[in-house]
């Protein structure tokens, strides 16, 4: 019985993927499920738009950007909240992690106001900022339940052979934390790339990232495009995320 029960909520998961995936080779002109015949003509399409190819690049080099930031500032704010005795430490752990806490409709409305006040409004810039404070917190929480099994004597037996503090932290802390670094940045790009609300709030007409752009066609538009959009986005994944994730981020690990 546990089996069935497993087998059931596991296709319940996959069943609207394989749907999707399906859609996007339907010779229709709108998404069928079983699709009609086998075609290729909705990723061609998609390719040769150069609004979704450039939408493409924008989203990845703004969840790269976001998530190298994030990663540091996460695993720094991290470190110093398991490490040292800062006073009001409960009070800072909070603000740090309050956007989880939020709904994203108001933090979209509390930096567009932020933003044009300080006179970033609609630069990428702006974008990075916002998405940083939306995705460091997942960093951190990853960042401190690593910590949380890390052995400060380790730390200690390397401070007594000579080493310094940063060797100490590039050699001994960060290789041992590495695990929960990896999964909150994993996590925090793929949060960065999906987010839809508060970009469409902070956007501007040469900044559209995938999601505002599919957003946007899905209100004009009903063809398969958008289905082999997310096929190819659900390939990239399995071809270099899984691989990434099985080896770094696995359950035992």
Known sequence: ?????????????????????????????YPVFPPEGFTFRWF??????????????VSALLATSSTFIAAILGTSSAIALTRFPIPGKALISALLLSPILFP?????????VFSTRIGLSGTFLNLVCAHVVLITPFVIRMVMVSLARFDPAIEEAAR???AGRWRTFFLI???????????????????????LVVTLFLTAPGLQTLPIRIYTYVEYSSDPTISAISTALIAAWLVIGLPVYARFLSVRR
Do not use: H, Q
Not at 2 to 28: E, R
């Open 173 to 195: 802390t960060l290789p041992l934390i590495r695990p929960g670094v990896l999964a909150g940045s994993v996590f925090a790009f793929i949060l960065s790339f999906d987010e």
């Open 1 to 29: 019985m546990l089996k069935a029960l497993n087998a059931v909520i596991i296709i319940y998961l996959l069943a609207p993927i394989l749907v999707v995936v399906a859609t996007a080779f339907t010779t229709t002109a």
């Open 160 to 162: 007594n052979l000579g």
């Open 44 to 57: 061609e399409k998609f390719l040769a738009s150069r609004e979704f190819v450039e939408s493409i690049k």
């Open 104 to 112: 994203t409709i108001v933090l979209g409305l509390a930096l567009l």
